[in-house]
Every structure is written in structure tokens, then in C-alpha cells.
């Protein structure tokens, strides 16, 4: 294995491929340098000499400057290098598009085909409470059902979409409830849904189910708690009636041009923009051209790359929705009197990133090169194939439920520090490290590490197009397997 890597030519630092001991000797582009300092592995080290103000290039673009002579051979972090970004900017266009062009494959996996065209990957029951009140209901009914039905096929799974929401809510905080809930009631992933009432909460099920436009009868079902006398026996005697509408459904060859897929990263290191990320960027842009679809979120860490993605905007009209949508995050940021860039977090600097910079341009990554096509605000569906953009934060458990929320029947989720959760459709974890992979096997799906280790990205994103079109057609993800399944509803304003 090598001992660091330089990811760009332009660059005057390099990262730690493994744990590097002080006066340890390195060859750089054909000179030696000798460390003045122990650096850890994911970390970065100088080049060459930089002068105090002078930019840090990694990827071949500024992550920051340096507060202080940074030597050769020097630990180069947050001790002695400073963000270069601050307050909200003006941007123009300078489009620089490239085409993806790639050999149509024919390919397929095993989907479900729903009545309104749309495609599932998995085919489950859901509960949806339209208030978290209900929560508990939702739970029973589930049990007497089970007790009632035996086995539960053709559905692979039978859940609650839990929540705390629903009430109380005022504003935004309102409509993003009604519409992430009513979203996840027409996701395709979904082979039929119960949606569960109390009967007071302003999340009116009424209203709620006005709100869906047109819906599957014989598959979404609503009943309203205050309204029967036995909420249970009621509840199941509706997923009986679903239950037995879905009795044939059956996988059948998909196109792949119909996988609609998430790029998620989270718990980020110092390999995520060098394994992990570039490979979910190599995928999207194999999707792309086999006429899927792929969506990028998190805008905070989108910030000081974004005119990279800017300059990849389809035309003008995208163009603007992107600087909306970047200052659009700005000024939420500000309007709660919060610093724009407080980023990264404890954890990402840990595994070796430094600056907003430096984590946004290795997050990007995931986007690969193809153009962007759509911009989407929170809640938004998607309606155009290609690489998409979409309105949400970094958390992660937020970020992922807007993925999903949007058609996605697949996040990917790319981390270097591991984490076990999952959102309401299939969540699959790539690692950037070997080590992470082999100490959290329970947690990981598939693991980019091997990038850093001899692989070449041709054989791993093989082994990765294989896995999805797997995983797509029913093969469990961990979290799956575990039954981690969350989602997180966006909250900004007042609670009554």
C-alpha cells in the first residue's frame, strides 16, 4: 500500500494513506521530504512551503489558507488552516457541461411494477400515522394483524413510519409534514399504506387525503382513531383488505433507466473524496447515461464547491435555481443567527477534513460529471431523469428521508466513521476505509476502501453496479436486516 496520495497535481498537500512517524522520508514527485511531525492516517501534509494567507489546494481547488509558515513535511489542519468562505455571494454562469456519454446496456433488475407507472425496489405495507399520537395504535394493529394473516407475502415488510409530528405545527413546519408524509404514502416502494388519524391534530386526515391528487384505492386505505369505537379491529381489518388487493404482485424485469437513487454521505474522513464519494460520482454518472436518475443533497456542504456545480447546470434557468437554492440555505443559516459555516463536525475532523471546503469538495464527488438537470425544494418530487439536486440539510436522517421522499427507492450512504441507521427505503452503507468495513460488517454494505488498496475504479465500480442491481432486486441491506428504519421531518419554526 502507499504511504500517501496526492489527489491533484495542482496540489501542495497530500493525505496519509496510513500513519506516518516523525523524519519519516517520502519520495514526491520524483524529491524527498522528510516529515517535521507525526500524521495521522486521512491527514494532510505539506508539499512545499506555504506562506501565511496562501491557499491550501486539495482536488486542485482552495480548502482554505494557512494562519501561520506552514513548513514541508508539516501537519497541515485546523491548527494552521482558516475557511475562506464568509457571508452570501453573487454568482454568473460560466457553463462548463460535460455530455456523459455511455454504452445503453440493456440492463435490467426485478421491480415492482405500480399501477401509476412508477417502480418499486421493495414491496412493503406501511402505517402511516398523520400524527405521532398514533404511534402506539400503529403498533398494535401491526401485531393483530400478523396474528391474524400468518404470513404477510407477497408484502416484505410491514412498518410504521414514525414520528413526532403532525400537531402543534405551524407554517412550514406544517406543510413539511403533510407533504414528506403524503410523499412516502405514493412511494413506489410501497405496496399498500394505511394512513392512521387521531382526529384532532391540525395534520387533518381529511384534508391530508386531499392533499394526494390521485392514489390507489385498493392500496391506501384511511381511518380516523376518534372516529370507530376499536381503532384496532378497525386498522386491521384495512390491512386485511390491502393485503388481499396485493396478493399477486410479483418482481418482473425493470429497466435500469427506472432506478431513482440517492447520494448521501455521512460521518465523513479524510478518504471520503477519494474512495467512496468519487466511486458513488462514477455510478451516478453509469446511471446517467443508462437514463436513471440520481439526487445530491445537502446543501451546507455543498458550500465552496458550489460553482463547480454551478458551471454544470443544464442552462441558465437551472443555473439560478442552484444559487437559489445555496443562498437560499445562507440565509436560513443567518436568519436563526447561526454561523453559516460551522462546519465540519468533531467527528470529520477526527478522520482528517478540515474545512468546510475541504469536506464540501470531497461530498460533491458523488455527483460525478454529468449535468445537472433539476433542481428540487424540500418535498418536491422528482420529474425529470438525470442528475438532480434537492433542498435539504446534511443531517443525515433529515437529508435521507427528503432522498427518499422525493421517489428514491435507494439512498447510497457513503461514511468513514460508520453508522447503523437507515431511512424508509433501503440505505446502503459504503465505507471509505477497509478498517471501518471490517470492524462494523453488521453496519456496512460494500466497501470502497479497497480503492486505496490495489483495486482499480473500472473492477470496483463493477462489483458495485452488480451489488446495486442485487439490492434492487431484494437482496437486504443491513439496516434492513436489523430493522433500523427512521425518518426525520425538516423543522424550522414554532412549536404551539
Known sequence: MKAFIKINELDNVAVAIRHLEE?????????????????????????????????ILKYGFPIGHATDDIDVGTWVHSHNTKTNLSGVEEYEYHPNIQHIIGQRKNMTFKGYKRDDGQVGIRNELWIVPTVGCVNGIADQII??????????????????????????????????????????????????VLVLGLGCENNDIHEFKDSLGEFNENRVKFLRSQEVSNEIEEGVDLLVEIYENARADKRVDIPLSELKIGLKCGGSDGFSGITANPLLGRLSDYLVAQGATTVLTEVPEMFGAEKILMERAENEEVFHEIVELINDFKRYFQKHDQPVYENPSPGNKAGGITTLEDKSLGCTQKAGTAPIVDVLKYGERLHSKGLNLLSAPGNDLVASTALAASGCQLVLFTTGRGTPFGTFVPTMKISTNTQIFETKRHWIDFNAGTLIEGQSSEELLEDFITYIIKVASGELLNHEKNNFREIAIFKTGVTL
Open 23 to 55: 523524519n519519516e522520508k517520502l519520495e514526491v514527485d520524483g524529491e524527498t521530504i522528510q516529515l517535521k511531525e507525526a500524521v495521522a492516517k486521512g491527514h494532510k501534509f505539506s508539499l512545499k512551503f506555504i506562506k501565511t494567507g496562501e491557499n
Open 143 to 192: 401485531r393483530e394483524f400478523k396474528e391474524r394473516v400468518g404470513d404477510i407475502s407477497p408484502f416484505e415488510h410491514i412498518q410504521v413510519l414514525k414520528h413526532n409530528y403532525g400537531c402543534s405545527q405551524l407554517g412550514d413546519d406544517h406543510v413539511n409534514t403533510r407533504t414528506i408524509l403524503g410523499n412516502a404514502v405514493k412511494h413506489p416502494n410501497a405496496g399498500g
